[in-house]
C-alpha cells in the first residue's frame, strides 16, 4: 500500500500562509488526490482535490486562498494556503480522494494572533 508523508505545517498569523507538501511512496499518477483536514472537534473533510487531468475542486471554505497541485514524477502533492483564518487550524493530511490509503500522521496547522 502507498504510504504518505506530510509537511510543511506550522504556526503562523491570521492573514499568513503556508504550503504543505506530501510525498507518496508509490505512483499516484492515476488517482485523484485530495487535502484534508480535522479541526479540533470535527470530523475529518476534505479541503481540496485535484484530478488526474490536473481539474481542481475546492470547499466553499477555502476557495480563493488555496490552491492544490501535483507533481506525479515526484510522486508529490502540494497545497498552498494564502491567507489563513483562525477557522483554518487543524490537522492537514493528503491521501486518494475517493479510495484513501492509510492514513499518514498529518501536520498541525494553527493560525493563531
Known amino acids: 500500500q502507498v504510504q504518505l508523508v506530510e509537511s510543511g505545517g506550522g504556526l503562523v498569523q491570521p492573514g499568513g500562509s503556508l504550503r504543505l507538501s506530501c510525498v507518496a511512496s508509490?505512483?499516484?499518477?492515476?488517482?485523484?488526490m485530495a487535502w484534508f483536514r480535522q479541526g479540533p472537534g470535527k470530523k475529518r473533510e476534505a479541503v481540496a482535490t485535484?484530478?488526474?487531468?490536473?481539474?481542481?475542486l475546492y470547499a466553499d471554505s477555502v476557495k480563493g486562498r488555496f490552491t492544490i497541485s501535483r507533481d506525479n514524477a515526484k510522486k508529490m502533492v502540494y497545497l498552498q494556503m494564502n491567507n489563513l483564518k483562525i477557522e483554518d487550524t487543524a490537522v492537514y493530511y493528503c491521501?486518494?480522494?475517493?479510495?484513501?490509503?492509510?492514513w499518514g500522521q498529518g501536520t498541525q496547522v494553527t493560525v493563531s494572533p
Open positions: 491521501n486518494a480522494a475517493l479510495q484513501p490509503w492509510p
Open positions: 508509490g505512483s499516484i499518477s492515476t488517482y485523484a
Open positions: 485535484i484530478f488526474t487531468g490536473a481539474d481542481t
